[in-house]
């Protein structure tokens, strides 16, 4: 068979001959495509996506659920030398159009009945491709293509553009590079020693940062890789039977889904898996201690980064875990990164104070697509390849990074990226509403979104029609756990809402 | 009355309190949970925790599975079959 030339150094190995065509790459479910079969899959969708008027330095946007296709859409994009943008299809039409706007892909790829939701003839210059969406398909036909192909540049070296939400709700490009995304790649693969023999669980969806080590750590050391679908994930019976049944061997994800099997004990007595991953946001200890208690002879490690710069610090969690440690480090940084901590004025701090965790390295991202004012002002003095994470952190006396907390009111919960302010924005523009403030709370296992209101005259918003207010602005995971109205918000001293007091309150309802 | 009736109602009486009810909001004893989306993974387990400590029952992990959680009924059936005999005048 020929091998075509890769296009991008972040598949390369995958596309190389060594594993054995026969070996398994990737499954869902009952469907496993073999090395040899994925590396046809994914030339065959090169070619589509050539055909389809593709050319090295555009972007694809993709926006499907997660499938075996897909991922050969994301590795045919890159086979063809453009750069791949998976999106969420569960966003609201609103914030797609907004997005698909700025970003102006070569080519959209969605599924019929997005593609119809969007109105792509609203949004000129948009060239929509409509797949089949068979489940279980190895490579996908577009069709239905129509729209004229914008022309507007890439960066240089672009891989992939993630979209998170900003600070006004308003969604942010993160462009990574070839060579960024691969430095992390290889730092990933080596450290953790991944191999042909592993296998690998899929968790995060593709537009999360999280997938990046998922699809290309395991493709690139010829592992496979199991896609797991949703009522996998939804039900810890069905969760158990999958790692059981597939043998995982490796598994990365936020650390919620870890504690909702923990909460069911549902890992108890595993035999195949060797190593686990969490990051997105903090894993409670009381949790992560019983977890190792129910796999003994499992490798943890607590890995820390934003989407800017992925994985960027990590640290390897002993075991058992000592009973004195009440947080976790986030370790050491990565050996292709640099981290240092500085004041607000971008000063390094002194040894033991807390400052502002700083990355330097490869794998920080080129930038937000077409927004070259708020990209200067996340770098350090400016500087291309640099990163201030707007994270809180301390060298502890032991040499390990800790992480304190955030500059601003942006919190991570299951995984996603929530600005409490623009969940607020968003409530404070419903008639019923005079002012809300979002907090979360935490209990052992995971936190929850708590809205505080306090209404506007006597009309009040019931909670179903706050809901589904916020679901025609918002992405679904914004939508809050609980509402509560307030005759008065209580203030600080200053006359702003005490978020403190609100944040204890949400608390103590949530524990009683 | 059969025994099942007032479990779907407590049940249908939940989602409608906490769970996002994102089409109508209308839920009927037969309404499709996971198929519709209803149900996602947090509400899920916050149900769970509400059957486990409103019926004293205990869920295997087993049968933590969609089977069980399809509609308010099948959601019934499964708290009935796990609830110890109690009672039995």
């Known amino acids: 068979m020929t091998i075509m030339l890769a296009a991008s150094p972040l598949i390369a190995p995958l596309l190389e001959d060594r594993a054995g065509a026969a070996h398994p790459a990737v499954s869902a479910g009952d469907v496993v495509l073999s090395y040899g079969e994925l590396q046809r899959a994914v030339t065959m969708t090169a070619d589509e996506l050539r055909r389809s008027g593709v050319r090295p330095g555009d972007r694809v946007a993709i926006c499907l659920p997660k499938s075996i296709a897909t991922l050969t859409l994301i590795l045919g994009t890159l086979a063809a030398g453009a750069a791949y943008v998976p999106l969420n299809h569960r966003l609201p039409a609103a914030q797609l159009r907004t997005i698909l706007t700025e970003l102006r892909p070569r080519l959209l790829i969605a599924a019929n009945d997005l593609a119809d939701t969007l109105d792509p003839d609203a949004l000129p210059g948009l060239r929509v491709a409509v797949t089949d969406g068979v489940p279980g398909a190895r490579f996908v036909t577009l069709q239905r293509l129509h729209g004229a192909a914008p022309d507007v540049a890439s960066p240089e070296d672009l891989a992939a553009v993630l979209y998170t939400s900003g600070t006004t709700g308003e969604p942010k490009g993160i462009m990574l590079s070839h060579q960024g995304m691969t430095s992390f790649v290889d730092w990933a693969a080596d450290t953790f020693e991944v191999s042909a023999a592993d296998r690998a669980s899929s968790h995060a969806p593709f537009h999360f940062d999280l997938s990046v080590l998922d699809i290309f750590c395991t493709l690139n050391r010829h592992a496979t890789l199991h896609l797991l679908d949703e009522t996998t994930t939804r039900f810890p019976g069905v969760m158990r039977a999958a790692i059981d049944k597939i043998g995982i061997t490796m598994w990365y994800s936020v650390p919620t889904a870890l504690a909702q099997l923990q909460a069911r004990r549902a890992l108890k007595g595993v035999q195949s898996l060797r190593l686990v991953l969490f990051a997105g946001e903090v894993l409670p200890v009381p949790v992560l201690r019983q977890v190792m208690a129910d796999l003994p002879d499992v490798e943890f490690a607590n890995l820390y980064g934003p989407t800017e710069t992925n994985v960027c610090t990590w640290y390897r969690v002993p075991g058992p875990l000592p009973a004195e440690v009440g947080t976790l480090p986030i370790g050491q940084p990565c050996a292709h990164c640099d981290i240092t901590l500085r004041d607000l004025d971008g000063a390094p701090v002194a040894a033991g104070e807390t400052g502002e965790i700083c990355v330097t390295g490869p794998a920080v991202m080129l930038g937000y697509w077409q927004k070259p004012t708020l990209t200067t002002a996340v770098r350090v003095a400016g500087q291309a390849g640099t990163y201030r994470t707007g994270d809180l952190g301390y060298v502890r006396g032991d040499g390990e990074l800790m992480l304190v907390g955030r500059r601003d009111q942006q919190v991570k919960l299951r995984g996603h990226r929530i600005e409490l302010l623009a969940l607020e924005a968003a409530l404070n523009s419903h008639p019923s509403v005079q002012e809300a403030i979002a907090v979360v709370a935490q209990d052992a296992a995971e936190g929850q979104l708590c809205v505080f209101l306090s209404p506007s005259g006597s009309a009040t918003g019931t909670p179903s029609e706050l809901r589904e207010f916020l679901a025609a602005r918002l992405a679904p995971y914004y939508l809050p756990d609980r509402f509560e109205f307030v005759a008065e918000l209580p203030r600080t001293a200053n006359g702003k809402a005490d978020r403190s007091a609100l944040r204890l309150r949400a608390h103590t309802a949530t524990t009683k | ?89």
Do not use: C, Q
């Open chain 2, 1 to 89: 009355m059969p025994v099942i009736d007032p479990v779907i109602d407590s049940v249908i009486t939940w989602l409608k309190r906490t769970a996002y009810i994102r089409a109508t909001g209308e839920v009927v004893p037969d309404t499709e949970l996971i198929a519709r989306g209803i149900l996602d993974s947090i509400e899920i387990l916050n149900l769970v925790s509400y059957l486990e400590e409103n019926f004293g029952i205990a869920l295997p992990i087993d049968e933590f599975v969609p089977e069980n959680f399809e509609t308010p009924r099948a959601i019934a059936n499964l708290v009935v079959r796990l609830r110890p005999a109690v009672a039995a005048e």
